[in-house]
């Protein structure tokens, strides 16, 4: 005999009209039946999880519990019963089927499952991409930084080329003029770099939403409050 019931019944079941009983206590609900011998019309065992006891029917065979098997039709709403009626060889059993397997319950918590975890998953792809958009430009960010750096160098050394040349015309024409007469050195002071990382010429470069008209990040240019020489390297 097998352990696991083949028929789970709820409520009261009949056979022939007759309710289908315990021997023992007299119970009529919560009845299992489990086929027992290799012949159609051995009789089945029936037992009782109220009292525990259990025992052959004479009218419940192996074949009409397996015509309950082949006829019984599945739920197909999740308030539907799973009533079934069998007969078998002029014996009628009718009765309720406890739902060992709801499809429909399943289908609904794997939906709910679903919904659920959807906006999670949403979030992490929206993530990945994020990062993946990234690290894709990040290369031609840092080679953009380093080309604008190398533009602003490149303005200021030939700002300080203009000025020595502004300076050499001037004391040459100064010595034409006087024929030498003042001091031979320069009273101006030596231009000082600012310690400002990022300023060139008195503006320092950066990259910011604040001052986009579109909303969007650019590179813009604003005076350095360290060095106040904003225009003096122009």
């Not at 007759?18 to 011998?37: I, M």
């Not at 919904?115 to 929206?126: E, N, T």
């Not at 060095?227 to 390297?233: S, T, V």
Request: contains cysteine; aromatic residues 6%.
């Amino acid at each position: 005999m097998n352990v696991t019931a083949d028929l789970k019944l709820v409520g009261v079941a009949l056979v022939d009209g007759q309710p289908l009983a315990c021997t023992d206590c007299g119970n009529t609900f919560s009845l299992e039946v489990h086929k027992r011998g290799p012949f159609e019309t051995s009789a089945a065992w029936v037992c009782c999880l109220s009292c525990g006891h259990g025992g052959e029917h004479q009218a419940v065979t192996n074949g009409l519990v397996d015509a309950v098997l082949t006829g019984w039709v599945a739920r197909q709403k999740d308030a539907d019963r799973d009533m079934f009626t069998a007969e078998w060889r002029g014996t009628v059993l009718t009765g309720e089927l406890y739902p060992t397997l709801d499809i429909y319950q399943a289908r609904g918590a794997a939906k709910a499952v679903h919904q659920g975890a959807k906006p999670l998953v949403k979030r992490w792809w929206r993530g990945k991409k994020r990062a993946a958009k990234k690290q894709v430009k990040a290369p031609f960010k840092l080679a953009r930084r380093k080309a604008e750096q190398a533009v602003d160098a490149g303005r200021e050394r030939a700002g300080d080329a203009v000025a020595a040349a502004k300076a050499g015309a001037l004391t040459a024409a100064w010595q034409l003029q006087t024929g030498g007469a003042g001091p031979t050195v320069s009273t101006r002071p030596k231009r000082r770099r600012c310690r400002v990382k990022g300023c060139r010429g008195g503006m320092v470069t950066i990259r910011t939403r604040v001052h986009s008209t579109s909303g969007k990040a650019q590179t813009v240019k604003v005076p350095c409050g360290m060095c106040h020489r904003a225009g003096g390297g122009q």
